[in-house]
């Protein structure tokens, strides 16, 4: 029976051979399965250690296993353990390897399905150009690396002559999800004098108030600090769909005892989680947090001594002008000598009489007043009035932020914010979470200052599970990559997107292109349909304003459809590189368990040899070497960046990252980071440092050297943003642009994160397909839907004057009415070759160019400041 | 021995993380699915139930193969290839199935599903098209239990990851639930990892009142107080 039916399905299988008998065969045959020299048998074997050794099938070839990360700029940066089989990956699982357990097992729905993308229709196999322009109908045609090559070193001599270097633009993800690879290519750029577009504000973006406030970008927790939180405040970060390596770090949290109290106005599967969901209106985050701290301080439940050493808020302010009073300026006071470089020295009051409080050290005399009005006699001979910024803060919040006037514009009652506020003010330590959605508004920056406040104010920074973070991207560089990153003599040069669609501001810091953009050089990234501006990105293709696009990817995205030179990367299971993440302290290795399909190569390859061809002199500054020796290459310069990538990684060697994660260092002594520890237990001025920048580089945005809360920039003056105040949506930008649009466009569009994508990453990932029916959805409250004429089911399309994008309308009950919400990252050929990106604008909050710092932080991309209407599809 | 297993709905975020790992490791062409989770009382995944008035709720239900100890589906089967194994998971044997699904009719959870085409060429496994699944056949006392290509017209379900329990590793949703809500053992071992979480926990079981008695034992929601769970000790 069991031999006919083996016939009859021609099953064929016989014993197989088990792990432990094939220990010695199998770790020869593992390293020979492979191309020569593609896996180090150093890396096999420790893998093959690590998880047993590999078993073989009858068919005499081995199942290998290689430690790898995924890495598609989700901040998960995820240990895998990648199974090949006949030189293809087969399966994925969590290498749970972590040194601290709670880490185990980290991964996700779509990294452990990923083999699924690396053989499939989409994947790119050879280079392809198209030599006549895409306006005039020119077609893509596979190549060879040749011709690519030679073809994209001719354009962009010609373009670069026509134009100049910085005319062409230069689109990549984070660095920190390879920095090796990727880094060739930002090695390139910084040669090239190549405008650089900062990755970051593609999919996510710089939180403004982190300069803003503290100077510095994101000071975030590690998730494995969020169980040591007694308080979690979230404010609308969806954690359980967007972070879900992370997650349960939060159920830890509460299962110690702690209590996360979600601020979100639609109820998400982090609400059904949380000990509290506060359904707060959309956009009216900073309204509810001024008014806790009103509470807080009302109360004095508020850190006096913390505020006194740390804030600026005992510096004077002079009320006539609304600007700090230098010391210099004040009569018998002096700027002490020693005042740092891009600081100020300013005064506070001390038994009623001036002093300069200390500008190279985070003190101030307990005695020093916070509220008050004083009478300053300057040294022109003129007295003025003087408010310290608490006094000016406390008025504030007195006139605009009851909590009878904040349950007004939020909808949370009174009753709420006052019992909130003082658990917030009582329960230690608390952590804010700020939502990357939540602060993508064009007043996103003033929901942070408003929640920093409460982080500040109640002493909850520089302690372990206390502070404020806000989780937007792998954009974190963790250590010194200046060794590869920077060639000799680099020419490096950028500039936000926004200018890029609107054309330069007279309000920039940024620089702009004397010709403008003529070319776009992408990589690891798909702007053509991710991008806010995707449709410009489209249109000056199609009309041939931008002349020439390059890409380098693994899959066949939109924009590869736009582009005139493809060239074939690899994913992450077929080369070897290094990433980082904000999320938790381990440096890890991608390792390559396969070669790389049809043509692709490692694109350390790929950038050296471009870069050759564009210039031979750039050529000195990039090894030459075939493509069969990229791991060797990788290698060595994997050894210097861990040499000279400064104390994080001081002592690791490339064999300890060939063995698995390792944690970097951090300044504290216990055993997780504490953000802003340095500052609050050792009082070093305000900001850390932000890598890749070079310390001191953003000291001038808190010339205070405190968190600084009140901000006397002329520009935060002229908009009356010098203490975080609550603004209403849309009136700076959707009304300002159109006021019909009042009327016309009743919804807010919201493009929420996806649990079955990470940005337009795995949009043709055949398990997330099914799992979506292959159906791009619009959510929306029964009741607006039903008031419309809309059942559920029906195909929708949600439009406005930009832009349009159909999808099958799902009745969710638990979102806040007159929202529209469309999931990112489905490709165009999803969506009838629209986007969802073609809705928005992208609307440039000018505080936000003040912070502007080269290819790292640009103004925000407020992704969800948009209006639309929604219809019956075909109903036009 | 009793293998079984705990899903902490506490725990569960919804993110079916354990159902992708499930079809990738055990090569599930389309339109299969082992393991399932589902939104209570919702047709969409993850939307909340409920009104503002009445209050929401989203609460998330994973179901497989219960392993029950009183099988139907190992009653009905006349070939005999619906089997309760040594260690008492239930288990099919590829060889023997006759491709009747007596068992899908009979199982009380739905979780059987059958092979209506031929499974590799669904998949396009080797074709150039997407490439998943354990590769090896695994066998238990010489039946084929796990086989990448299942033949065409075979029912199949989740076996506890055969393929890697003889390996002495944990099944792969288990491996891979990122929440830490799947704990896996023998029930028969009070030491065993799956016995302390559930030791004092109130649980429930699907359909208890048909006497399955089914070895997926569900933590309830509201359940507090949970010891830190340890990953990777054995099972």
């Avoid at chain 1, 337009?760 to 959510?779: C, H, I, K, T």
Wanted: proline residues 7%; glycine residues 8%.
């Amino acid at each position: 029976m069991k031999e006919h039916n083996a016939r009859a399905q021609g099953i064929e299988h016989g014993p197989r051979q088990t792990r432990r008998g094939f220990l010695k065969t199998t770790a020869a045959a593992s390293v020979a399965a492979c191309a020569a020299g593609s896996i180090t048998p150093l890396s096999q074997a420790l893998a093959d250690d690590m998880m047993g050794d590999s078993a073989m099938g009858t068919d005499g070839k081995a199942l290998s296993q290689v430690r790898s990360t995924c890495s598609p700029n989700c901040t998960g940066a995820c240990g895998m353990v990648a199974a090949t089989y006949d030189g293809k990956v087969r399966t994925l699982i969590q290498a749970a390897d972590y040194g601290d357990d709670g880490y185990n097992p980290r991964g996700c729905l779509k990294g452990t399905s990923f083999n699924t993308m690396m053989y499939g229709d989409d994947r790119l196999l050879h280079p392809m150009i198209r030599e006549t322009p895409y306006k005039d109908g020119g077609q893509l045609r596979a190549c060879t690396w040749d011709e690519a090559l030679d073809f994209a070193a001719k354009r962009i001599r010609e373009i670069t002559e026509k134009y100049g270097a910085d005319s062409i633009a230069v689109d990549y993800q984070v660095p920190p999800l390879n920095y090796i690879n990727k880094g060739t290519f930002i090695r390139l750029v910084n040669m090239s004098g190549w405008t650089n577009f900062p990755g970051y504000e593609m999919n996510g973006d710089l939180p403004m108030f982190f300069p803003e406030t503290f100077g510095c970008q994101c000071e975030e927790l590690e998730s494995y600090a969020w169980e040591d939180s007694r308080l979690t405040l979230n404010f609308g970060s969806n954690i359980m769909t967007t972070r879900l390596p992370d997650s349960h770090f939060l159920t830890k949290s509460q299962e110690a005892g702690g209590k996360v109290i979600y601020f979100d106005p639609n109820y998400t599967v982090t609400a059904s989680k949380a000990d509290e969901w506060v359904r707060l209106a959309p956009g009216s985050d900073t309204a509810v947090a001024l008014a806790m701290a009103k509470v807080m301080i009302d109360e004095k439940l508020y850190d006096e001594a913390f505020v006194k050493t740390y804030t600026d808020l005992p510096l004077l302010v002079n009320t006539a002008t609304g600007k700090r009073i230098p010391a210099s300026a004040v009569n018998g006071l002096e700027r002490p000598q020693d005042t740092p470089e891009k600081r100020e020295a300013y005064i506070a009051v001390v038994d009623g009489t001036p002093v300069v409080i200390n500008p190279t050290r985070l003190e101030a005399p307990s005695s020093v007043e916070l509220e008050g009005s004083y009478r300053i006699e300057l040294k022109t001979g003129e007295t003025v009035e003087a408010k310290p910024a608490f006094q000016l803060l406390k008025e504030l919040l007195d006139r605009d932020y009851t909590a009878a006037k904040a349950q007004n514009i939020s909808d949370v009652p009174a009753e709420t914010i006052e019992r909130l506020a003082r658990m917030t003010a009582t329960i230690k330590p608390a952590h804010i979470i700020l939502g990357g959605s939540a602060h993508q508004y064009h007043h996103g920056d003033l929901k942070g200052r408003a929640l920093s406040l409460l982080a500040v104010i109640t002493g909850n920074v520089g302690t372990l599970g206390g502070g404020i973070s806000d989780y937007i991207g792998q954009y974190k560089v963790r250590f010194k990559p200046a060794s590869w990153f920077m060639p000799a003599n680099a020419n490096a040069t950028s500039t936000p997107y926004h200018y890029f669609v609107n054309g330069p501001t007279e309000t920039m810091t940024a620089p702009y292109p004397k010709n403008g953009f003529h070319a776009l050089v992408t990589g690891w990234a798909n702007p053509f349909d991710q991008h806010a501006v995707c449709d410009v990105l489209r249109k000056r293709v199609e009309s041939g304003e931008l002349e020439f696009i390059m890409t380098c990817d693994f899959l066949h995205t939109t924009t590869v459809d736009y582009a005139d030179v493809v060239l074939p990367g690899c994913a992450w299971y077929e080369k070897t590189d290094v990433c980082t993440t904000p999320l938790h302290p381990y440096i890890q290795l991608q390792q390559k368990a396969a070669d790389p399909p049809g043509e692709a190569r490692a694109e350390i390859w790929i950038f050296s040899e471009l870069a050759r061809r564009i210039d031979p002199a750039w050529g000195e500054q990039f090894p030459d070497f075939p493509p069969e020796d990229s791991e060797k290459q990788i290698e060595a310069v994997l050894a210097k960046f861990l040499e000279t990538g400064g104390d994080k990684v001081a002592g690791i060697t490339v064999e300890d990252l060939r063995r698995g994660p390792v944690k970097m260092k951090h300044a504290n002594p216990e055993e997780k980071m504490i953000p802003f520890w340095d500052q609050i237990h050792n009082h070093v001025l305000f900001p850390p440092p932000s890598l890749p920048n070079a310390p001191g580089s953003t000291d001038h945005f808190v010339p205070t050297g405190r968190i600084e809360f009140y901000k006397d920039h002329d520009r935060f003056l002229e908009m009356g943003e010098q203490l975080p105040v609550w603004k209403p949506l849309f009136e700076d930008t959707e009304y300002a642009l159109d006021p019909s649009a009042r009327e016309k466009y009743p919804f807010n569009y919201l493009t929420r994160n996806s649990l079955y994508r990470v940005h337009s990453n795995y949009s043709s990932n055949p398990m997330m397909l099914e799992l979506q029916d292959g159906l791009p959805r619009v959510w929306m409250n029964p009741d607006d839907a039903a008031a419309k004429g809309l059942a559920e089911g029906d195909e929708v399309e949600v439009f406005n004057d930009r832009g349009h994008v159909n999808g099958k309308l799902v009745y969710e009950p638990g979102l806040y009415p007159k929202q529209c919400i469309f999931e990112m990252g489905w490709w165009a050929r999803y969506t009838e070759d629209s986007s969802y990106n073609t809705l928005i604008y992208p609307f440039i909050n000018p505080i936000h160019e003040i912070y502007f710092i080269g290819a790292t932080w640009s103004t925000n991309m407020a992704w969800n400041e948009c209006l639309c209407d929604v219809r019956k599809a075909g109903a036009k | 021995m009793k293998l079984g297993m705990a899903i902490d709905l506490d725990r569960c975020i919804g993110c079916r993380t354990c159902m992708v790992v499930c079809k990738n490791h055990n090569a599930q062409p389309e339109g299969i699915w082992w393991n399932r989770v589902f939104t209570i009382g919702s047709d969409e995944h993850q939307v909340a139930t409920g009104t503002r008035g009445a209050g929401y709720e989203m609460a998330f239900m994973p179901v497989s193969c219960q392993h029950c100890e009183n099988a139907s589906c190992v009653k009905v089967c006349p070939t005999g290839a619906s089997y309760t194994a040594d260690d008492g998971t239930v288990l099919v044997d590829y060889e023997r199935c006759i491709g009747c699904r007596y068992c899908l009719a009979a199982c009380p959870y739905g979780v059987r599903q059958f092979n209506w085409e031929d499974p590799a060429k669904t998949k396009g496994v080797d074709e150039d098209r997407y490439c998943y699944g354990y590769p090896l056949d695994s066998l238990d006392e010489g039946r084929l239990v796990y086989t990448r290509d299942r033949p065409q017209g075979v029912a199949e379900k989740c076996t506890f990851c055969h393929q890697y329990r003889v390996e002495g590793e944990k099944p792969a949703c288990v491996r891979g639930c990122p929440a830490n809500a799947r704990i896996f053992g023998d029930l028969d071992d009070p030491n065993s990892d799956v016995s302390r979480y559930l030791d004092g926990r109130p649980t429930s079981r699907l359909r208890e009142e048909l006497g399955n008695d089914p070895k997926v034992l569900y933590v309830q929601a509201g359940a507090k107080q949970k010891p830190q769970l340890v990953y990777g000790e054995g099972m």
